[in-house]
């Protein structure tokens, strides 16, 4: 062991001034960053006033040069203008390095020590400090006085570990606010060296930053992660993107944060080539809502879309949930069949060809709640009025085409019109470009009664008299009209809207569902407002349809396109900004790299959805198959591998839970031998000694059961909320989300109620679970879906049970006992 480690101890006043003097050599880097900075500030300043005369002055390639200065200044000046609490947030020491190499970056670029570096009696010197923080700073010589975190020469501080040191002998983060220096954790990579700095002793201060970290109080909102990323963690972060990133992991290992950090690295590695856009798809609203503030917090907003899956549509929002039942059907590849089908026929007898209105607005999944009595819920959220599904109208087919051509009235029965549009439509080309064909083949028949064609045997005169002939009918009014309603341009609101018709659907969906299931969807669809799985049928109507080529929309001219990144520079366009990056993301269908987030959510219909937008991107895909709520994942597997085509595949495995302390861990991992038999639990890095509280509901006297339950979850709840300083969240199943929310009316906005599935992906400092039988009952993947429920407290969980867990005398239910 080092003679010189300092281990930090309460009221030990040496440490206390070791840590002091620590505290304020950092502080001292920390102030010579900022006047840095601040001189770039005002090179920035001064180069935008300048700006007005840049048009005139100089060569293309100075102006592109001046360009990218003030690009860079721009994003010094915006970083240090949102005042990031931690803007410098880690240092490591290390030895010399095997040659003397520097990257770009100005730090060396040596893994290794170079030979020597350790003397023979462990003794060695520091030969380089490096700072890290979010964006890189260099001084006036270029030689860096912050390296970004994404940089390479930040790797060693993540990767870094006592087994495989490399040069650093000692990693520290920095702890700040503003432009104060708070506190200092180190971790001694090489314990064993006697290392000196300037000749001096090299101090180690405190217990190391991640536990730390992990101890914190949660909020409604994720944080960054980067003063703490950790070795297994970073290697995803910063794997090529050639390919397909395939990253697995129990709950709590950090997907959602690596998947966020990635996002920053590619943009930091290569910017230009993700132009083209990064796409991160979430399952829930209020996942993107927990996550969203990552991105700006590492400096990276714009060419990132954070969407749920119910949001990938343009003009679509899903605000609803299907019972199981429903869901499986619309989810499965079997659905897309049906699509098909029904977008031929929904030419027989369309609807109202543009389709009803937009789902409704936006925000959170409005689940339904008609399923609160506890039925099987395999009706799901149903509108049962007949309002506006009342109030929609069907066209009716025409079935006789009537025309006066050459003098002549002409008509196609409705026997003949069929077979016309049978023989349009034939092969699987887009219904919606198919409609040239079909006019044609109209005329045609027309033509063929007129018996007009017969009158010249000269091929030219002949043409001419045709083609006279195809003008006259296709202009007359009748026609048009005819052909109009007869072959409309079918949106995919009005395909849905015919299916929603259960005798249409019937036809269409024979031998693909049973008629439980054509009864059970066509319901759903008469529904105001859309879900999930209605968004992704949408999609893919719109790719069977086609889209008939339409006059380009002119882009509004942005003078600030001519200046690369001068719109960081101006101050109060913020707004702007990502008004525009949010048009920008808008008209993008197509994206240069796509992130799935809990991918083994996905059904295969989504997976094809989600395939559309990344046909030429590469992709990381997150998730861990013990969590699935879909009820066939080897159905999903396939679609997942359609969707990423051939592309080869990089494996990561995550192994650590940085979430839940062992004793949640623990029990978690019995529901997870049910669920998944024989998968490995993730171990968990931390242990609090509080094991999980098992509770039972008491019935007062006169009460029903769900009194009971509603005033023990509220006492729980209460409970709780004295004991943590974040949040509480109360996860039950899905049908009493609107019931729990009730319960829960008046214990303040640190206490939240979830259905089981918006659990996903969410954190709270302490969580109670209400009846790990009705959760694990609710649909096939029920246990895999209890596991979640289970895994999303950081310090405290409380099981309440009903009666249909059959709580043994300490109130533990069947399911989590051993
Ligand atoms: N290296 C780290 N340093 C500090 N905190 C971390 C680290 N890695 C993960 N965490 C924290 O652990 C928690 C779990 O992370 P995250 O939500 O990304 O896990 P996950 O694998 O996506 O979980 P789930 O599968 O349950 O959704 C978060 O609070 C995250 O900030």
């Not at 009235?409 to 470009?433: C, K, M």
């Not at 024979?510 to 669809?525: C, M, Q």
């Not at 859309?530 to 049928?537: G, I, P, T």
């Given at each position: 062991m080092a003679a010189q480690v300092q281990q930090e101890t309460a009221l030990d006043p040496v440490v206390d001034s070791v840590r002091d003097r620590e505290i304020g050599v950092e502080q001292e880097h920390l102030d010579r960053v900022y006047q840095r900075l601040e001189e770039k500030i005002h090179e920035a300043e001064f180069l935008m006033n300048d700006a007005a005369q840049r048009g005139q002055v100089g060569t293309p390639g100075a102006l592109a040069e001046r360009d990218a200065q003030v690009f860079r200044a721009g994003i010094h000046l915006n970083r240090l203008n949102n005042e990031f609490e931690d803007f410098l947030f880690g240092r490591i020491d290390l030895l010399l390095g095997k040659d003397g190499k520097k990257g770009p970056d100005g730090a060396y670029t040596a893994v290794e020590p170079a030979e020597g570096a350790v003397r023979p009696d462990n003794t060695a010197e520091i030969a380089e400090t490096l700072h890290i923080g979010r964006i890189g700073v260099l001084d006036a010589e270029y030689a860096p006085l912050v390296i970004d975190w994404r940089a390479p020469a930040a790797a060693p501080f993540y990767r870094s570990t006592p087994v495989d040191p490399g040069r650093v002998v000692r990693r520290r983060v920095i702890r700040s606010k503003g432009r104060r220096v708070l506190g200092v954790e180190d971790d001694l990579m090489r314990p064993e060296l006697k290392a000196t700095l300037a000749g001096g002793e090299l101090p180690v201060i405190g217990d190391g930053a991640l536990m730390a970290a992990l101890g914190q109080a949660r909020s409604h909102t994720m944080r960054d992660i980067v003063a703490s990323i950790q070795a297994e963690q970073d290697m995803v972060i910063r794997a090529p993107a050639a390919s397909v990133t395939y990253v697995e992991g129990g709950p709590g290992t950090g997907k959602t944060a690596v998947a966020l950090h990635r996002a920053a690295y590619l943009l930091y590695q290569d910017r230009r080539r993700y132009a083209g856009g990064i796409l991160i798809v979430s399952p829930t609203p209020l996942l993107v809502a927990y996550t969203e503030g990552v991105l700006p917090s590492l400096g990276e907003e714009g060419q990132v879309a954070i969407r749920a899956v119910g949001s990938l549509v343009d003009g679509a929002e899903a605000t609803l949930y299907d019972a199981p039942a429903v869901a499986r059907a619309k989810g499965s590849y079997r659905m897309l069949k049906v699509l098909r089908k029904a977008a031929r026929g929904a030419l027989e007898a369309p609807a109202a060809a543009t389709g009803r209105a937009a789902g409704v607005g936006s925000g959170q999944l409005a689940f339904g709640e008609e399923n609160a009595d506890g039925a099987d819920g395999a009706e799901g959220a149903e509108n049962g009025g007949d309002g506006a599904a009342g109030a929609r109208q069907h066209r009716a087919t025409p079935s006789r085409l009537r025309v006066v051509a050459f003098g002549r009235?002409?008509?196609?029965?409705?026997?003949?019109?069929?077979?016309?549009?049978?023989?349009?439509?034939?092969?699987?080309?887009?219904?919606?470009?198919?409609?040239?064909?079909?006019?044609?083949?109209?005329?045609?028949?027309?033509?063929?009664?007129?018996?007009?064609?017969?009158?010249?045997?000269?091929?030219?005169?002949?043409?001419?008299?045709?083609?006279?002939?195809?003008?006259?009918?296709?202009t007359e009014d009748s026609f048009i009209e005819f052909f109009d309603s007869w072959w409309p341009e079918l949106t995919p609101r009005a395909v849905v809207e015919a299916m929603s018709d259960?005798?249409?659907?019937?036809?269409?969906?024979?031998?693909?569902?049973?008629?439980?299931?054509?009864?059970?969807?066509?319901?759903?669809?008469?529904?105001?407002?859309?879900?999930?799985?209605?968004?992704?049928?949408?999609?893919?109507?719109?790719?069977?349809?086609?889209?008939?080529?339409?006059?380009r929309r002119k882009r509004e001219y942005d003078p600030l396109d001519q200046l690369t990144g001068l719109e960081e520079l101006m101050p109060g366009r913020e707004e702007t900004q990502r008004e525009r990056a949010e048009r920008l993301a808008q008209e993008r269908t197509e994206y240069a790299h796509v992130i799935v987030d809990e991918a083994q959510d996905l059904t295969p219909m989504q997976w094809r959805m989600i395939g559309r937008r990344g046909r030429h991107a590469t992709w990381t895909v997150v998730g861990d198959p013990a969590q699935s709520s879909w009820s066939d994942p080897d159905e999903a597997a396939e679609a997942r591998d359609e969707a990423l085509g051939s592309r080869p595949r990089r494996r990561f495995t995550l192994t650590v839970n940085y979430r839940n302390p062992a004793e949640i861990a623990e029990l978690a991992a019995k529901v997870l031998a049910l669920a998944m038999p024989g998968s490995e639990s993730p171990s968990a890095v931390r242990s609090t000694g509080v094991r999980p509280r098992f509770v039972t509901t008491r019935r007062a006297q006169g009460g029903g059961a769900r009194d009971a339950l509603a005033r023990t979850v509220r006492e729980e709840a209460a409970r709780l909320l004295d004991q943590v300083d974040g949040t509480v969240g109360v996860v039950v199943a899905m049908n009493r989300r609107a019931e729990a929310a009730r319960w829960l009316a008046g214990l303040g906005d640190r206490v939240v109620a979830l259905g089981s599935l918006e659990a996903k992906g969410l954190e709270y400092d302490a969580t109670v679970v209400v009846s790990p039988a009705e959760i694990a009952d609710e649909s096939p993947a029920g246990l895999r879906v209890l596991y979640v429920a289970l895994t999303r407290a950081t310090q405290q969980l409380t099981v309440v049970s009903a009666d249909r867990d059959e709580p043994d005398a300490d109130g533990v239910p069947d399911l989590l006992r051993d």
């Open positions: 009235r002409l008509e196609l029965e409705a026997r003949e019109l069929d077979r016309v549009r049978d023989t349009a439509l034939a092969g699987t080309a887009p219904v919606n470009l198919l409609r040239p064909r079909g006019r044609k083949l109209l005329l045609d028949a027309l033509w063929a009664q007129s018996g007009a064609g017969t009158r010249h045997t000269d091929p030219e005169l002949a043409a001419e008299l045709r083609s006279s002939f195809d003008e006259d009918v296709s259960e005798r249409r659907l019937g036809r269409w969906a024979r031998r693909i569902l049973n008629p439980g299931e054509v009864r059970r969807v066509a319901r759903s669809l008469k529904r105001d407002g859309l879900s999930v799985h209605d968004v992704a049928m949408l999609d893919e109507l719109q790719a069977i349809l086609g889209t008939p080529a339409r006059p």
